[in-house]
Structure formats: structure tokens, C-alpha cells
């Protein structure tokens, strides 16, 4: 008869309404002992201290590759006192990884002294970390203020909410989440987290894919007021509302992406998704992208609305959109409407195309570019400012935008010509379609 291995069961351990007990618990799971860990419904379990002299964790790091898992039942661990840690950290090194899952949980309050980051929780190398219905709030890092996934990471947030957080420090990136590792986020909600760079999410490599829910008040003081997206990583989202988020520089930075900053590289992808009501604060010529600021990557949005965003100051280029450099494809209805410029000297109510990095190809398919404004002396272009790139359009719309009185077209002004347009509405733009735009439009006239 052939040998049969036996599954041995996980076994559960009842913790008490005590960070003691809860201490020694994980210490034995991470020994392989009582490797499920139940908390007391609704209890706080406050943290005073680092669970050893000298540590940057309040609680013991999990150290377990096999998996820990601790059932909150809607429990809370708070750090309280003066003392300065986070609460989790998993895995130690990349050699020394743990697995942790946590449910029905919030973590609050963590406040590491060290320049790594993760506020709340840091999955260090070759570690996972999953949560379901988690919330990950009031906590500070330097880097990743609710979590950091370092790389090699993997981690996954079912129903949960990460909210309140911010980074501080010389990175001061993801003030909600930080993310180098492979991340999934599903019906997941960042919201109202600070940071210099990626107010609710900072994204550096890895693949990082987020599946509904939503990324809302945040804000950011230079780059990326919802997500700051800057390597060679991937990014796929899908069905996500991006809405009111911010960057408000006050002199720090550059000021661009209200709602998503797309840095180098890589390959970015929003399908059914919304861009909405996001604001930049300007501070020089070139800043902008109230919804979008793209630098040098590849950029679709397919089925996706950059709607209703704004640039406040002189100056703002792209209100919907700013694209320096890369590609970009507007595909499937991805329509860009409703976006203002309001200040003197703006550029592209809907669209601005620079070259600051490269020059950008932009495609639209089946997508309008339609009720976009600039406003303020010496604005121009309210559809489109092309001041390098290429276009190609078809099946489009660029309509009813508005610009000052001429020699300022509200449709389309472009340096270069823009001849690849098929079958596309390019009308009733206030104060004229293209004309006074140095370069012609094909099929566009007045």
C-alpha cells in the first residue's frame, strides 16, 4: 500500500482581552503551535510598548513562512503612549519570511521610528500578507504610512479600508499604501491618507492591480494626490472611482497628477473606471494633469471617464489630462469632459501634450474630448494644447469647449499637424474649433 501523507489541521488558540496573552500567541505560532489565532470580539487590545527593548514592533514580527492567521472579530490594536512602532511586521529579511492573514481587524495608530516605513504593517522580502474586511488607519510611516510591501512581496485586501494615514520623512511616498511587490486590491477603500508623493497609494514595481472600491480624499503635497505610479512596475485597475483627491504643493514640489501621477515606464491600464473632481494647486508652467499627469509610459484607459478635474493657479497645463512624453490610447468611450483650467496663460482644458520627456503619441478611439474650459488672459486650447506629439482620432468628439475670446481656439491647437483624423466630430468649440491654431487640423474648420 502506498505511503499517504496526513494533513495536520491548523490549530486555534482563544486569546483574552490582554496584549500580553496576545503576545505570547504569536510567539507560539510562529513556533508552529496554535497557528490561528481568535481575538475577544470587540476587544481593544492597546500597545504601549515594543514587545522587546530596542524594536521597532509592537507586537513579535511573524516569522512563520507557513501562515499565521488572526480573526479579529472586529477587534482593534492600538498603539498608545508615546513610544514610537508599528504594530506588525512580517517576515524579518528575505530569509527569514512570514505569512500573515488577518481578518475582520483594525490595526490603528502605529508610528515606527525607523526609516523604512509601514506604518501599520511592513511585509519585508519574499513575506505575504492577505486581509479581509481590515482597517488599516491613523498610522505614520516614512514610507507606506497604513502598509509597505517590500519586493518580492505578496499581498492581497478583500473589503478593507485604508484611511487616515500619512508618510512623513525625506521619501514621505504612499500615504495610505506603498507597494514594490505583486498587490492585489479588491473592493478596497484608500481614503483621506497624506503624503509627499501618493497621497492614498505610492506604486514603484511589482504589478499592482486594484478591482473596485475606491481611492478618494487623499492628498498629496508635489506628486499624485490618489496614486503616485513611478517605475517600471504594472498598474491595472478596474472599476475604481479616483475622486476628489488633491495635490496641494504650498511650495514643496512640482504640482501634478490630482488624481494619478504616471511616472516612468512601465504599462498603466484603467478600464471601467472614473477620474473625478480631482484638483492640482499649480506652481510653474508644465505642472497640471487635474486628472492625470503622464510622464514616459504606457498609458490606456479603456471605458474610463477623466471628468470634472481642476487646476487652480497660473499657468496649468491639462486639466483632464497631461501627457510628457510615452503613449497614450483613450479607447472605448474613455471620454474627458468637464475639466477646467482656471487661471491665467492654461493650456488644454481636456488634453495638454509636452515634451518634456519624449514626445507623446496619443491615440483616441471613440472617445469625446467635449465640454473642457480654460480660462484667465492668454489661455488657449480647451479641447486639446498640442505642444508636441502626435494624434491620431477617430470615431471622436471634440466638442462645446471653451476658451477666452480669440485669438484663442476652444477646440483644438495644435504646433504640429494633426492629420489622422477619422470620422470625428470636431464642432461648436467656443470661440473657434482650430482656427488660430499654428498648425491645421484635418477636417476641422472655423
Known amino acids: 500500500m502506498a505511503a499517504t501523507t496526513a494533513v495536520v489541521p491548523a490549530h486555534a488558540v482563544t486569546v483574552p482581552c490582554d496584549t500580553a496573552a496576545l503576545i505570547t500567541a504569536i510567539n507560539n505560532a510562529n513556533l508552529n503551535v496554535d497557528t490561528v489565532i481568535d481575538l475577544e470580539p470587540y476587544c481593544l487590545y492597546e500597545v504601549a510598548a515594543p514587545y522587546m527593548a530596542g524594536a521597532d514592533d509592537g507586537l513579535p514580527p511573524i516569522t512563520n513562512a507557513n501562515g499565521v492567521t488572526i ?3 472586529n477587534a482593534t490594536i492600538k498603539r498608545v503612549g508615546s513610544s514610537s512602532f508599528r504594530l506588525f511586521e512580517v517576515g524579518t529579511s528575505a530569509v527569514v519570511p512570514g505569512n500573515l492573514t488577518l481578518n475582520d481587524l483594525t490595526v490603528m495608530n502605529g508610528q515606527p521610528s525607523g526609516a523604512v516605513g509601514g506604518g501599520a504593517v511592513l511585509v519585508n522580502n519574499n513575506s505575504t500578507f492577505a486581509g479581509t474586511n481590515v482597517a488599516l488607519q491613523g498610522s505614520t510611516g516614512n514610507i507606506g504610512g497604513g502598509v509597505r510591501f517590500r519586493t518580492g512581496t505578496t499581498g492581497t485586501l478583500t473589503d478593507s479600508r485604508i484611511s487616515d494615514n500619512r508618510t512623513t520623512g525625506g521619501a514621505s511616498i504612499g500615504g495610505g499604501l506603498y507597494s514594490e511587490g505583486q498587490v492585489t486590491l479588491v473592493n478596497t477603500h484608500i481614503t483621506s491618507n497624506r503624503a ?9 514595481s511589482g504589478t499592482l492591480t486594484v478591482s473596485g472600491g475606491s481611492i478618494k480624499h487623499n ?5 499624485g494626490g490618489g496614486i503616485n505610479t513611478d517605475g517600471n512596475g504594472t498598474l491595472n485597475v478596474t472599476g475604481t472611482a479616483i475622486t476628489d483627491n488633491r495635490v496641494t504643493t504650498g511650495g514643496l514640489g512640482s504640482g501634478a497628477g490630482g488624481g494619478v501621477f504616471v511616472g516612468f515606464g512601465g504599462t498603466k491600464t484603467f478600464t471601467n473606471s472614473t477620474i473625478e473632481g480631482n484638483t492640482v494647486t499649480v506652481q510653474a508652467a508644465d505642472d497640471g ?3 492625470i499627469f503622464a510622464f514616459s509610459s504606457t498609458l490606456t484607459l479603456d471605458n474610463t471617464k477623466v471628468r470634472g478635474n481642476k487646476l487652480i493657479g497660473e499657468a496649468g497645463y491639462g486639466a483632464g489630462i497631461n501627457a510628457q512624453g510615452g503613449t497614450v490610447n483613450l479607447l472605448n468611450a474613455s471620454d474627458v469632459t468637464g475639466n477646467l483650467a482656471a487661471g491665467r496663460y492654461s493650456r488644454g482644458g481636456g488634453i495638454y501634450t509636452g515634451s518634456l520627456v519624449g514626445t507623446p503619441a ?3 478611439d471613440n472617445s469625446a474630448i467635449d465640454r473642457n474650459k480654460v480660462s484667465g488672459t492668454g489661455s488657449r486650447g480647451a479641447g ?20 477666452p475670446d480669440a485669438p484663442a481656439p476652444g477646440g483644438i491647437w495644435t504646433s504640429t499637424a494633426i492629420t489622422s483624423v477619422t470620422t470625428t466630430t470636431i464642432a461648436n468649440n467656443t470661440p473657434t474649433n482650430c482656427l488660430y491654431s499654428p498648425a491645421p487640423v484635418t477636417s476641422c474648420a472655423g
Open 71 to 73: 480573526n479579529g472579530r
Open 196 to 204: 509627499r508623493l501618493g497621497g492614498g497609494i505610492g506604486h514603484a
Open 219 to 223: 492628498t498629496a503635497f508635489d506628486n
Open 289 to 291: 494633469g487635474g486628472g
Open 362 to 364: 496619443v491615440t483616441v
Open 384 to 403: 486639446i494644447y498640442n505642444a508636441a506629439g502626435t494624434y491620431e482620432l477617430t470615431d471622436a468628439s471634440v466638442q462645446f469647449n471653451v476658451a
